[in-house]
């Protein structure tokens, strides 16, 4: 990608289309910008000599994870996960639709 150069528009309607998002043409050009900016930044770190770099494992030297002993236990039964849900149908949570219909 050349310097300061945008995506182009079929780019920018897939990526709000992937992302569920309605933009405005005056949104789409402000996030093609940032975008391309964002891309022409990386592009600078691709050129970068690190031959001489180690490679960082972790940022933070002798970290271990932690883990518990995995202890089964008795879980909540439906009506008492249920009993404060505003909106419930048939020993369910009710949420609304997030996806559209095509």
Do not use: C
Not at 40 to 68: A, C, E, Q, W
Request: charged share 35%; proline share 4%; glycine share 2%.
């Amino acid at each position: 990608m050349n310097q300061n150069k945008e995506l182009s528009k079929e780019t920018i309607d897939h990526i709000a289309k992937l992302a569920l998002l309605d933009l405005s043409e005056e949104e789409k050009v402000k996030l093609a910008k940032e975008v391309g900016d964002i891309l022409n930044y990386f592009k600078k770190l691709d050129n970068l000599d690190t031959s001489n770099i180690k490679p960082m494992t972790h940022p933070i030297d002798g970290l271990k994870n932690v883990f518990r002993e995995d202890i089964p236990w008795e879980s909540l039964s439906t009506e008492d996960a249920l009993k404060n849900a505003k909106h419930k149908k048939d020993g369910y949570f009710k949420a609304p639709r997030i996806l559209k219909e095509k």
